[in-house]
């Protein structure tokens, strides 16, 4: 989950690609220090990572992490860890699994999948296009498995990507991790356009687009009868979130997205973040305010001529920080984000 930039973003690959260091492009001028463009600059040619390494190095912090096995309804269980949230759903009708890790977690997963019962993966549903939701797609297919997506994730995995300089790889520099098209093997083959209702194991699955959030390809999975809705990465629980401007992700859109969720949420209701605790209603309350409350203030510093760079400068997130900024990116690379999507 963490990055991206657009089918525009061609010209600005090979820019990034063959310019003498990252100093060259607008876009990092206008998101990083002088003093960290400078030794990019210098040091870009023989120091940099390839994008190979970076992404290789993306997954395996995530695979670092252990799986841990939580159960949240009699025939729901919740896998957490090396990539955020899975959910599976079993009984006769088979397993329906909801995202699906890392691809070095592959080994893991299975296991963990399998030791839930011996029956077939029936169904896989991505709750948006990015790896660490997807990665698992194509062997899970393999097994026999159909993968369910919204046809903007079918889009966007279709092509290549560039996910915007918010990664600090092996160097100690922030870089762009840049991801090409996936292999035909693991695209859904299955796909809607607004919404979509599955029947299984005596439950019945909700799958309903969202405007534009995390990504323009978000989904969230009601599981109604279970009174559980797994949200992707349009709920990060407990922390900033990343929102991905390359592939259409807004601020107000995950304002947005918090909303619908709490106008179908019950006190309790157990709500599925894309990273974080399984979380509540009122877990989610408080990150939708958190989000209120970062748009307005970095719009505030926008709307008066400030820089990226400026705003970080300022920290507009002092206060928040303690509580918010101890996930997948800081207080100052939030402020970033926020500056692309607004």
């Known amino acids: 989950m963490k990055y991206n930039f657009l089918q525009k973003q061609t010209s600005r690959r090979g820019m990034l690609r063959d310019s003498a260091a990252l100093a060259g492009s607008a876009f990092l001028a206008h998101l990083l220090p002088a003093t960290l463009l400078r030794a990019s600059a210098a040091g870009y040619a023989q120091q940099a990572p390839s994008a190979a390494d970076l992404v290789a190095s993306m997954r395996a912090k995530f695979n670092a992490a252990p799986i841990q096995t939580q159960k949240v309804a009699d025939n729901l269980t919740m896998f ?197 605790p399984l979380g509540n209603k009122a877990d989610l309350t408080k990150s939708r305010d958190m989000l209120v409350t970062a748009r307005d203030r970095v719009q505030k510093l926008k709307s008066a001529g400030k820089s990226a760079q400026e705003a970080v400068a300022e920290k507009p997130f002092a206060d928040l920080d303690p509580v918010w900024g101890k996930g997948i990116i800081n207080g100052d690379q939030f402020v970033q984000v926020l500056y692309l999507a607004l």
Do not use: C
């Open 80 to 276: 957490s860890g090396p990539g955020g949230s899975v959910v599976v759903l079993n009984g006769p009708d088979g397993k329906f699994v909801v995202d699906t890790f890392v691809a070095p977690a592959w080994p893991r997963l299975k296991k963990a999948l399998d030791s839930i019962d011996n029956a077939p993966v029936k169904y896989v549903i991505d709750t948006h296009w990015h790896f660490d939701h997807t990665d698992n797609n194509a062997p899970l297919h393999a097994t026999g498995a159909t993968v369910l997506a919204h046809e903007n994730t079918k889009q966007r995995m279709s092509e290549p990507h560039v996910q915007p300089v918010l990664y600090r790889g092996p160097d100690g520099a922030l870089h762009d991790l840049h991801f090409d098209a996936s292999p035909a093997e693991a695209l859904p083959q299955q796909t809607f356009a607004a919404s979509y209702k599955l029947q299984a194991n005596g439950e019945t699955l909700l799958l309903q687009h969202l405007a534009p959030a995390h990504t323009d390809t978000d989904i969230y999975v009601h599981f109604q009868k279970a009174n559980v809705i797994q949200m992707g990465d349009t709920f990060f629980n407990g922390m900033y979130p990343y929102i991905d401007p390359g592939t259409g992700g807004k601020i107000d859109g995950m304002i947005a997205a918090a909303d619908t969720i709490l106008s179908l949420a019950r006190n309790d209701t157990k709500i599925v973040a894309g990273h974080g």
